[in-house]
């Protein structure tokens, strides 16, 4: 079945404490990208990538980092989590610009709580 | 400036109406891609349907067409003979000809009244 999985689905962790979010596609996109989704705000980019070794900032890439050293992988790091970084995480994939359906196919949804 | 302006935060509407739901977008590229994307409560982002700014016809989905108007710069969806089930968040958001950002819209929330 083509998706995009993301885990964990909820996660709770305290200020300065590492976390990775993983992301996979078994859809062989070209295009990935990250957002972060808060109330009355709708959805902001932070990162995305066009190819393998290829990421760029999106709205809001203060505080992340991205990687994308396999086309299929594509997971967000927070190096030193915040309370203002807790927010409803999407990770997001497609064949990119130029191709016949663009469209984005979303992961389920991280929801990160930092205290 | 905003690039996607939904201006309706909340719409309530009887069911089995029709609905548009208003989307406004800048840019000053020729050349761009517009999406409405569905959230119901449970949360997932669902794709619904997909508007290129050299497509000459509307774009039609089932119940769903975006009625685009590129002089306006509006891409509005409208979901005909509306059910229960289309009470959900709705987003509409763009990807840029020269970029591959999507930027989305704060969404409008629809609530389908039996």
């Known amino acids: 079945e083509a998706q995009v999985t993301q885990n964990p689905r909820y996660l709770i962790t305290v200020t300065g404490k590492k976390l990775t979010v993983t992301c996979s596609q078994n859809?062989?996109?070209?295009?990935m990208s990250w957002y972060r989704q808060d109330p009355g705000l709708g959805l902001r980019q932070i990162y995305y990538s066009m190819n393998v070794e290829v990421t760029d900032k999106g709205d809001v890439p203060e505080g992340y980092k991205v990687s994308r050293k396999e086309k299929r992988n594509f997971p967000l790091i927070l190096e030193s989590p915040s309370p203002n970084q807790t927010s409803l995480y999407f990770c997001?994939?497609?064949f990119g610009q130029g191709a016949v359906n663009e469209k984005l196919f979303f992961g389920s949804g991280t929801q990160l709580s930092v205290l | 400036a905003q690039k996607i302006t939904q201006t309706q935060p909340g719409m309530f509407v009887q069911e089995k109406e029709a609905v548009t739901l208003d989307c406004t977008y800048d840019?000053?590229?020729?050349?761009?891609?517009l999406f409405w994307y569905k959230q119901p409560s449970s949360g997932e982002m669902i794709f619904l349907i997909y508007?290129?700014?050299?497509?000459?016809q509307n774009a039609t989905e089932g119940r769903y067409s975006l009625n685009f108007q590129k002089a306006r710069k509006s891409a509005n969806l409208v979901i005909s003979a509306s059910q229960l089930g289309d009470s959900a968040m709705y987003f509409c958001?763009?990807?840029?000809?020269?970029?591959?950002?999507?930027?989305f819209g704060k969404g409008t929330r629809l609530h389908i009244l039996p």
């Open positions: 997001a994939s497609s």
């Open positions: 958001a763009m990807r840029e000809g020269g970029d591959d950002k999507i930027i």
């Open positions: 840019t000053s590229d020729q050349s761009y891609g």
């Open positions: 508007q290129g700014s050299y497509d000459e």
């Open positions: 859809m062989n996109h070209e295009y």
